[in-house]
């Protein structure tokens, strides 16, 4: 489910599908539209003013009216001003809350992707869709709208007037001017394509940026800085050179545009100053079109440059709303939405209570980027309060089953039931609520030790997180913290050690009593005491829960009731301990070798 979408380009740049998002703000974008109107208009009437007081007072020399034209003007400059202000004002909110609209639905349509959309997007990818798309096309709601609007308004106002006034010589100059939408096609192409190189790129760099930054512990104990900083530095130039071929192309275009308004300038003298002399024109009226040539030529180039930078931000529009169709490859169907509600508005009164019984019912499955199937027509029960272990190799693909259960990815074919049911019959939120996992690696979020055991229940009280802490034997981690529940962890936990973490994050997955508890290799990266620490928590939590472990060390599971041995993504083996030793099988090599292993390393 990469999202990679096939980019075209749009006539209206992909405005429309934006809509639903400036729908909310159309009232202020009126008023924007309206008193952005009024402001230009009070431009186009200057001139006007000027023609007046030219041939009225200055050409007859006459003062009489001059006090009545002095507040007259004042009174339109104030309105003008006022009326800049208020567009400025409400244009600078559309921008702002559409980008964080925009932000807010992007971030929360990606905590309905699946877990397959971020294997195959990395997150500077993601990253600048989330970021600089929403603030770009928060711009375009509100900035580039106020541009066209001004520019456009300001044109055509001073065409009519100018039509008014001499039509002509305003045909002449009108015949020139489509000159510069000729050139806006001309140059769109190369600008659009140029723009979109140079996104992609920015969004590796940010990839690339947030790994120097993640992995830094990696590359410093790996001698890697300078491989990390040719890397950057080359899709920095690339970035570059992209970028600095996209502003050629923009400025040739916005250079040609100014040798048409020269071009219009050097017209309206030569024509103009004939018909002056000969007495057709007034020397007043002659003002007015030198006012109004000189001012098209600011709103014709910024007609070009909004144009060309609709077309550059058109990656943008289309970057975001190719993220917002992605479509989730495990998603509720709409009954089941309808019944038990979605992700952020959940119906809990109508959530049964979850038992614990799975069965996998003749599954078969393939990952959605890959090609061979990793289980064929697959069986098994696992009934309320089982122990199952899985076992193999490191990349055997342990994880495939665990995945399943969980529902972070569906059966090709088949069934995996949940209680008797189709876990697709019921919310993925009320799966999810009962199941307490614990990773390798955990993961814990900035802020103090209450606050991360509360993502695993919002509600928890002091008591309720001492007894998790107390039954996953971490309540020793607190009592050492200066502040105790109340001390920070860190940027993902990097305050505590690995095994602190791990405790913390056991203590996180069963606060909220799940009935369904899973460990992925929970012990594999911890030292010999912290794992008896976990190893005997292990062994109080999972009584009367159905449990899924993933185990690298064989000794911890001997006692698991089923045992299901992994090899090249295939279940080869499956029974209890004892039962697969005596088979003298793949199991049984694994173990003997482990065991060996362990006893060499006690006697060195």
């Known amino acids: 489910m990469q999202d990679k979408t096939t980019i075209k380009f749009l006539p209206w740049f992909g405005i429309p599908k934006l809509w639903p998002y400036f729908r909310a703000y159309r009232k202020d974008m009126i008023i924007m539209f309206v008193t952005g109107a009024i402001a230009t208009l009070g431009e186009i009437v200057f001139p006007l003013f000027n023609q007046f007081a030219i041939n009225n007072f200055i050409g007859k020399k006459e003062l009489d009216g001059l006090g009545r034209f002095i507040v007259l003007y004042l009174i339109a400059i104030a309105i003008q001003i006022s009326m800049d202000f208020v567009s400025a004002y409400v244009a600078s909110n559309i921008e702002i809350s559409v980008a964080r609209d925009l932000r807010n639905s992007s971030f929360n349509h990606l905590q309905t992707l699946s877990f397959s959309y971020f294997n195959q997007n990395n997150v500077g990818y993601i990253h600048a869709r989330v970021m600089s798309d929403t603030a770009r096309i928060g711009s375009i709601a509100a900035w580039y709208f106020f541009d066209l609007l001004w520019s456009t308004t300001y044109v055509v106002g001073a065409f009519v007037v100018m039509f008014s006034l001499n039509a002509k010589l305003a045909l002449l100059i009108a015949a020139i001017v489509p000159v510069a939408a000729i050139i806006v096609a001309v ?83 030569m024509q103009a100053s004939v018909l002056t002399i000969e007495g057709v024109m007034l020397i007043g009226t002659l003002s007015v079109f030198m006012s109004y040539v000189q001012g098209i030529i600011d709103p014709i180039r910024n007609i070009t440059l909004t144009f060309a930078d609709l077309i550059a931000s058109s990656v943008n529009i289309e970057r975001f709303t190719g993220l917002m169709a992605t479509e989730s490859d495990v998603a509720d169907s709409r009954e089941v939405v309808e019944k038990y509600g979605d992700i952020f508005n959940p119906k809990k009164e109508n959530w049964e209570e979850l038992h614990g019984d799975i ?44 995945n399943l259960v969980c529902r972070f990815f569906e059966p090709t074919k088949g069934q995996v039931l949940i209680d008797g049911k189709d876990a ?146 295939k279940i080869i083996e499956q029974g209890r301990h004892k039962d697969l030793m005596r088979q003298k099988g793949y199991y049984f090599g694994l173990f003997t070798r482990q065991f060996e292993n362990s006893v060499v390393d006690e006697m060195e």
């Open 187 to 269: 140059f769109q192409k190369n600008i659009i394509h140029l723009n979109r190189e140079v996104r992609e790129i920015n969004s590796t760099i940010t990839g690339n940026f947030n790994e120097g930054i993640t992995g830094a512990k990696e590359i410093k104990t790996l001698v890697a800085e300078e491989r990390m900083k040719e890397n950057f530095n080359r899709d920095s130039l690339n970035m570059k050179r992209k970028s600095v071929r996209a502003a050629h192309f923009s400025a040739l275009s916005t250079s040609l545009v100014s040798l048409v308004g020269s071009l219009i300038i050097a017209v309206v003298l």
């Open 424 to 569: 697709k019959e019921r919310s993925g939120q009320w799966l999810h609520s009962n199941i307490g996992y614990v990773l390798q690696s955990p993961h814990l979020f900035s802020g103090t030790i209450r606050e991360n055991l509360k993502y695993g229940k919002p509600d928890a009280t002091d008591e309720e997180i001492m007894a998790a802490l107390e039954l996953v034997s971490a309540t020793a981690v607190v009592e050492k913290m200066e502040k105790g529940l109340d001390s920070e962890v860190g940027e993902g936990g990097d305050l505590l050690s690995t095994g602190e973490k791990q405790l913390i994050s056991f203590a996180r997955a069963i606060i909220a009593k799940p009935k369904i508890l899973v460990l992925d290799e929970a012990t594999s990266s911890i030292d010999t005491v912290t794992e008896k620490i976990i190893q005997d928590a292990i062994e109080k939590v999972i009584t009367g829960r159905t449990s899924f472990v993933i185990a690298h060390r064989l000794s911890t599971i001997v006692n698991a009731d089923v045992i299901l041995v992994v090899k090249d993504g």
């Open 359 to 402: 069965e996998f019912k003749d599954v078969t499955f393939k990952y959605p980027d890959g090609d061979e199937y990793v289980l064929e027509h697959f069986n098994l029960k696992v009934p309320q309060g089982t122990n199952v272990a899985i076992v193999g190799e490191t990349g055997a693909g342990k994880s495939t089953l665990v």
